[in-house]
Every structure is written in C-alpha cells, then in structure tokens.
C-alpha cells in the first residue's frame, strides 16, 4: 500500500509545482500563491473538526503540530519563491539534497542512525549536483559554486532545510495525535501563519494581488486540493517508515521533474539535467536500501 501513497504523493507534488510555477509566470507573488493555497487547506479541513476528539489531544501533539506549521509555511514561501526564479529541471533534482538535511536531523532528534551504505548515496547525491549547471561550467568546484549562488536555488535549499525540520515535528504530531488530527490543525494553523507573513511581507500589494488572482481562482482551488492530498498522503508514510527512508523515496519523481520542465516550460540542457537526475536519484535509493 506504501508504494501507492508514494506515487500518488509524488504525481500531486509534481502538478502542484506546475500550476504554483505557472501562476508565479502571470505575476502573483510567490508567498501570496502559499496564502491562497493555505486558505483552501483550511476550506477543506474545517469539515472534519467535527470527528475529532480535541479533548483528547495532548500538550506534546499541540507543540508538534504547530512547530510543524510554523517550519512548513516558512518551507512553502521560499519553496514557490524557488519555482518563479527557477527551471523545474533544477529543482526537482536538487530536492534530493533534502535526504541529506532529513538523515542529520533524524540522527539528532530521532535516533535513526544510517549506515555507511547511507553516506555513500549521500556524497553521490552531492556529486549529481555537479551536471545541473550548464556545459560551460567546466570546473566542477566553480560549477557547484556557481549553483549555490543562484538566488532561486538558495531558496529551494531553504525550503529544504525548513521542509525537513518539519517533518521531524510532523512525524512527532503524528504519533502524538494521529495522520487526521495533524493535517486538520497543520492546515488551519498554517492560515494565519502565512497571513502574517503577507502582511509583513507583502504590506502593499494586497489589493493588487487580490484583483489579480480573479482570472485564477479554479487554478488556486486545484493546487490547495493537490497540496491537501499529497500532504495526506505524507503524513499517511511518515506515520509507518523512517524519516530519512521517506523522503528518499519522494526523490524518485525528479526524472519526471525535468521532463515536465522539458515539455511545459521549454528549459534548455536537459541531458545534463537528466544525468544529473539519475545520478542524484541512484544516491537517494542508497539512502532508502541501506
């Protein structure tokens, strides 16, 4: 049953991403398109308040859940800042590093220690990297600098680090609480989060992404019920595998990634970004088989 959670997972992130990039394309900014996404969350998680027993939730699931909030909405704001600056084909492979930020954090605060098979697929996931940028860039150390210098890509590496810390609460909610209770409170204590965000960030634009988002609105309802199921379905993996294990598994969609980058936004070097898809890919199945 896992392996249908994961694709499912997988296909919904994947068209999230899609439509999320193409509505950074017609101008809506990217951390009002995560306010909008979380005010459908919030729509479709109301409902079920009334078959949960908020009584019987504890302190620990309270503090889990809302930490768990906090890192994700933060996650979600640079996630889709890195989609408007970034072609799908790099982005998609580098969510591979995120095994790498997720094997650390399990070591610390979960006691899931991987073995020396673990760090191999590690150091090929860090050399994958390598073939992300273009055929120009001939010295590996100056092509690898001039990647982690991109704009777009610092901020998918601070989706990840923040997505990671995350899932360590996620998962601690979790057992805490159970998958239904944690994706009702995840999604309603995520609307207010990244209504202060707005306000903060955003102070004077509102008005003009509101009119904006008129023409919109169905390709905002679609993305909050994809990012609604692939959550879900997140929660639904985390509450029966190893973190690190987990999200190793959700790398195996970066193949799709560059295709659909390819095919949807007519992104260049994608036999590059192919090899360095694969090679990335091969690193984060070491990870999940060790």
Not at 93 to 109: D, H, Q
Not at 213 to 239: E, N, R, S, W
Request: proline content about 3%; aromatic content about 12%.
């Amino acid at each position: 049953m896992e392996i249908v959670y994961v694709c499912g997972r997988l296909i919904f992130s994947l068209a999230s991403n899609v439509y999320q990039k193409k509505l950074s394309h017609h101008g809506l900014h990217p951390f009002y398109i995560v306010a909008c996404t979380y005010f459908i969350l919030s729509l479709l998680a109301a409902p079920f308040l009334g078959v949960v027993e908020v009584g019987h939730l504890t302190n620990s699931f309270w503090v889990n859940v809302s930490l768990a909030s906090l890192f994700d909405v933060a996650g979600w704001m640079f996630l889709v800042l890195s989609l408007s600056k970034t072609d799908l084909s790099v982005f998609g492979p580098l969510n591979a590093y995120k095994v790498i930020v997720s094997m650390l954090l399990a070591v610390l605060f979960l006691n899931e220690v991987p073995s020396a098979q673990g760090f191999i697929g590690v150091l090929i996931i860090v050399i994958g990297s390598f073939f992300l940028m273009p055929p120009a860039c001939t010295h590996q150390a100056r092509s690898l600098f001039g990647l982690f210098l991109d704009k777009g890509v610092q901020a998918r590496f601070l989706s990840i680090i923040l997505f990671s810390v995350g899932t360590v609460f996620l998962k601690k909610s979790v057992g805490d609480g159970g998958v239904l209770e944690t994706m009702i409170f995840w999604s309603l204590i995520g609307l207010p989060l990244i209504l202060i965000g707005n306000y903060f960030f955003l102070p004077h634009h509102i008005q003009h992404e509101i009119k904006a988002t008129k023409p919109h609105l169905h390709t905002i309802a679609l993305i909050g019920v994809m990012v609604f199921l692939m959550q879900y379905l997140t929660l639904l993996l985390l509450a029966n595998m190893l973190v690190a294990y987990a999200l190793a598994l959700f790398q195996l969609g970066m193949v799709l990634q560059v295709f659909i980058g390819y095919q949807v936004f007519n992104e260049k070097n994608i036999g590059r970004k192919l090899l360095a898809s694969l090679v990335m890919m091969f690193g984060s199945v070491l990870v999940l088989m060790n």
